[in-house]
T-cell receptor, first 110, second 114 residues
């Protein structure tokens, strides 16, 4: 079945560091891919998405490119801020649902 | 304000005592869903509903019930809770199939079953 695998967390970085959170998927065909963010005490919010191969999703300085050759959708940001501290979930479009990865907790220290 | 609301936000209960977690959305969405979030497992779908009176099982439906009598409400019912249902629960909604439309999440309900 469809599945999503994210890099193990937690990840701790200093402010202004470069961020990469790895995400790979297994699925039939080429599903839409998503990154969701969960800030402390809140529900999930859509951060960005890509609907087909080679698409780049971007939002709030975050980017991710849909790579069908490597079945990956890695999340990147050039310069993180303390306010980026959250849990990040990679997900793909399944049949009438989203299939989520296990989540990666990110902490940014000033 | 467009939103998904859940109540209660926190609940501690005992094994076997029936409980209901309510979920309501004010966006006239057709699709609603319940997920549970457990450490290391991400979010797993419990039940979903494509519209009023249409519900179906997700990946982990055992021990849960749902109903969809009105478009805006999608309560999650635990008839006889057990400790392995201790988890963080999220309700979500989207205009139609979440494959095509953005899913909006509620703030979560943290349930502890003793």
């Amino acid at each position: 079945g469809d599945s999503v695998t994210q890099m193990e967390g937690p990840v701790t970085l200093s402010e202004e560091a470069f961020l990469t959170i790895n995400c790979t998927y297994t699925a039939t065909g080429y599903p839409s891919l998503f990154w969701y963010v969960q800030y402390p005490g809140e529900g999930l919010q859509l951060l960005l998405k890509a609907t087909k191969a080679d698409d780049k999703g971007s939002n709030k300085g975050f980017e991710a490119t849909y790579r069908k050759e490597t079945t990956s959708f890695h999340l990147e940001k050039g310069s993180v801020q303390v306010s980026d501290s959250a849990v990040y979930f990679c997900a793909l479009r399944g049949a009438q649902k989203l299939v989520f990865g296990q989540g990666t907790r990110l902490t940014i220290n000033p | 304000e467009a939103q998904v609301t859940q109540n209660p936000r926190y609940l501690i209960t005992v094994t076997g005592k029936k409980l209901t977690v309510t979920c309501s959305q004010n966006m006239n969405h057709e699709y609603m869903s319940w997920y549970r979030q457990d450490p290391g497992l991400g979010l797993r779908q419990i039940y979903y509903s494509m519209n009023v009176e249409v519900t179906d099982k997700g990946d982990v439906p055992e021990g849960y019930k749902v109903s969809r009598k009105e478009k805006r409400n999608f309560p999650l019912i635990l008839e006889s809770p057990s400790p392995n249902q201790t988890s963080l629960y999220f309700c979500a909604s989207s205009l139609r199939d979440p494959a095509y439309d953005e899913q909006f999440f509620g703030p979560g309900t943290r349930l502890t079953v003793l």
